[in-house]
C-alpha cells in the first residue's frame, strides 16, 4: 500500500474513532480583544506596577499590538508543534518575534536556542512516573496584564501541559467570577485559584518604606516579596515537591523534548534557571553587605563562589526548584533576616538576586540547572527551538546550529 493511501486510511479511522466531529474538532477559543472594563477595578489591586513614565513601554508591548501578532504567534507554534520538521513555521516563528522585538524593543532583544524537538526522542508519559508539581502564577496587575496571562496559558497548554497534565496555581489578588470563567475556558489544564492578600509586612515601620522607589509601587515590591519567601509556605504549595514559576508574560514558544520536572527530580536538582541578568545599583543597595554578615555570623563558606558580587541574578520570571529547599531551616533563617531587614521595601531587592545569593550559600553548584532545553519567550529575552534535521549543521534560515549535547542528564 503506498504510503499516501495508508496515511489516509489512517486518518479516515481516527476520525472514525473520534466521532467525527468531538470536542477536539471545536474551534478553539483564543483570548479576545484587551477590555479594560472587564477586569477589576486598580483601586483595590495591590499589583499596581508601575509609575506613569516607567509605563510607556508596556503599554506599547501589550495593548498596542499584541492580539494581531500573539494570534499569529500562536498558530505559528501550534503548526511548529504538529510538524516539528516543518523549516518554514520555524522560520516564521523567527521572523515573526524579530519583527516584534524590532518594534517594540528597539532591537535589544537577546537571542539565544534551544535544542530542536526531535519527535523520535520523544518518550510518552507513562501513568504514575510524574513528579509531584505544580506551576505557579501570580496574576495580574491589570488588563493588559491579563490578557498577556491568558496567552501564557495557551502557549503553556499547547506546547507543555496538555501532554504533561500538572496542576497550574494561579495566586491572585481581586479575581472575578468574569476572570475565572475566562481562564476556565481558554484552558484544559487542571487550575486551582488562590486568593492572596499582599501586604507590607507588620514588622516594618511604614514611614521607613517609600511609597514609590524608582518608579517602583509598593505592589510591584508586593510581589517580590510573595516570589522571594512568602510562597514556599502557602498551604496550597505544601502538597508539592517542585514548582515551576511563570510570569503573566511568561511565553513556551515551542514543544518540550523533555520534561524538566522529571528531569530536575532523576537528576537531583535544586534550582533550575532559564537566564541571568544584573541588577542595578539602585536595586541591590546594601544586600550584599547584609548577605556577607549573615554568611559570617553562621559561619557559611560557600562552595563556590568567591569574591565580592555585582548584582548578578536569576532571571526569576521563569524558575523551577524544590519547594522545600527554601524551607530549609538555614535557608528559610536567611530568607527571614533579608525579610527582616526591610530592603525588598526600600531598595526594590528582587528574587532575582536574592534567590541567587541564597543558592551561593546552600547549594553546591552541580545542584544547579540552566534550563537549556526550554523554548521560551519573556519580553526582550527570545530562546527559540531550533527546527529538528538529521543531518544539517545549519538551520533552513542558514544560520549555524546551536550545539545539542550541552545537557544530558547525569547518571
Ligand atoms: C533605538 O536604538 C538606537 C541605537 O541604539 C538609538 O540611537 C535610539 O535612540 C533608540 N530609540 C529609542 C526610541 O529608544
Ligand atoms: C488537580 O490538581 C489538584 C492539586 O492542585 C489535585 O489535588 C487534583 O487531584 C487534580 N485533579 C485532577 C482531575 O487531576
Known sequence: MAAVTRLLLFAVLVWGARGGDDDGMK?????????????????????????????????????????????????????????????????????????HCNRVYNQTCEWQFSPPYNPRNHVEREEGTSTNAAIVYLCCADAQEFQDFLWSLKFLDLNFNNEFKYPVLIFHENFGTAQFNMIRQMSQSNISFHKVNLQVPRFLDLQQVPRWYKGFSLGFRNMIRFHAIELYEHPAMQHFDYYWRLDSDSFILGRLWVDPFEFMRINDYKYGFIATMTE????????????????RSEGIVSEWFKGKWNG??????????????????????????????????????????????????????????????????????????QPWSETDQTNPDGTAKARQDRQEPRS
Open 280 to 295: 542595578k545599583e539602585d536595586f541591590i543597595q546594601d544586600l550584599w553587605e547584609l548577605h556577607e554578615a549573615h554568611r
Open 27 to 99: 474551534e478553539e477559543k483564543l483570548p479576545p480583544a484587551y477590555d479594560p472594563a472587564s477586569y477589576p477595578s486598580p483601586a483595590h489591586n495591590h499589583l499596581l506596577h508601575f509609575q506613569e513614565d516607567v509605563n510607556e513601554w508596556k503599554f506599547e508591548t501589550t495593548q498596542n499590538l499584541q492580539r494581531p501578532f500573539m494570534q499569529q504567534l500562536y498558530e505559528t507554534s501550534k503548526q511548529l508543534y504538529e510538524d516539528p520538521y516543518d523549516a518554514k513555521s520555524y522560520v516564521d516563528l523567527r521572523e515573526q518575534l524579530n519583527s
Open 312 to 385: 548578578f541574578g536569576f532571571y526569576t520570571n521563569c524558575e523551577i526548584a524544590r519547594r522545600d529547599f527554601w524551607q530549609l531551616p538555614q535557608v528559610a533563617s536567611y530568607l527571614k533576616r533579608i525579610d527582616r531587614e526591610g530592603g525588598i521595601y526600600k531598595s526594590r531587592w528582587s528574587e532575582a538576586t536574592i534567590h541567587f545569593l541564597a543558592t551561593t550559600l546552600f547549594l553546591a553548584s552541580q545542584e544547579l540547572l540552566q534550563i537549556v532545553f526550554l523554548p521560551y519567550w519573556h519580553q526582550n529575552l527570545v530562546i527559540l527551538p
